[in-house]
T-cell receptor, first 112, second 117 residues
Framework: SQQGEEDPQALSIQEGENATMNCSYK?????LQWYRQNSGRGLVHLIL?????REKHSGRLRVTLDTSKKSSSLLITASRAADTASYFC????????????FGQGTRLTINP | SAVISQKPSRDICQRGTSLTIQCQVD?????MFWYRQQPGQSLTLIAT?????????ESGFVIDKFPISRPNLTFSTLTVSNMSPEDSSIYLC??????????????FGQGTRLTVV
């Protein structure tokens, strides 16, 4: 079953603004990852945060992780039209099986 | 990074027929994963394919409907059998290259957009 829940389901902002997406999960994890998908194509890995980390940065991306609340957020600063895509969180559980469980995704639209 | 070639990129098929999707990786990987993404939905894992052993299917997916082959460490196929319109989805293959370590970064093919009419 899907363990990740994301909100909002859809987000529309103006170019230059910041975009924040949230993800919640249900079980213990080894790490949490964020992926981007453009127009129903393949997924591209953006950033990974381990269960013992609280915050991580990569360029215009900032990810936080709160394991006590089983939640994560992805912040994209100074958004660009090219950031328009769907964003998914994915968790790698520590239950032994080597597989990712994806959230429902957030559809982000950046308006010029 | 790992480069994954997935084909076909899209197809329109008649109900009752079968489609085989191919996934080729430019490096040797132990495990390959097949996902389904129904319209407007997230990714759901169908099965994990290990070279030299039977694929491991997730709850709700069976081998008769989604047979998988894994003849070597760089190639896998997924067949969608006896298709119905409900099988219309994007199918994606994915790998975790051994040099990235377990549970780090997964690489995805560009997906196969299947429409069943």
């Amino acid at each position: 079953s899907q363990q990740g829940e994301e909100d909002p389901q859809a987000l529309s902002i103006q170019e230059g603004e910041n975009a924040t997406m949230n993800c919640s999960y249900k079980t213990s994890i080894n790490n949490l990852q964020w992926y981007r998908q453009n127009s129903g194509r393949g997924l591209v890995h953006l950033i990974l945060i381990r269960s013992n980390e609280r915050e991580k940065h990569s360029g215009r991306l900032r990810v936080t992780l709160d394991t006590s609340k089983k939640s994560s957020s992805l912040l994209i600063t100074a958004s660009r039209a090219a950031d328009t895509a769907s964003y998914f969180c994915a968790t790698d559980s520590n239950q032994g099986a080597q597989k990712l469980v994806f959230g429902q995704g957030t559809r982000l639209t950046i308006n010029p | 990074s790992a480069v994954i070639s997935q084909k076909p990129s899209r197809d329109i098929c008649q109900r009752g027929t079968s489609l085989t999707i191919q996934c080729q990786v430019d490096s040797q990987v132990t495990m390959m994963f097949w996902y389904r993404q129904q319209p407007g939905q997230s990714l759901t894992l169908i099965a994990t394919a290990n070279q030299g052993s039977e694929a491991t299917y997730e709850s709700g997916f069976v081998i008769d409907k989604f047979p998988i082959s894994r003849p070597n460490l760089t190639f896998s196929t997924l067949t969608v059998s006896n298709m119905s319109p409900e099988d219309s989805s994007i199918y994606l293959c994915s790998v975790e290259p051994p040099w990235t370590g377990r549970g780090t970064e997964a690489f995805f093919g560009q997906g196969t957009r299947l429409t069943v009419v």
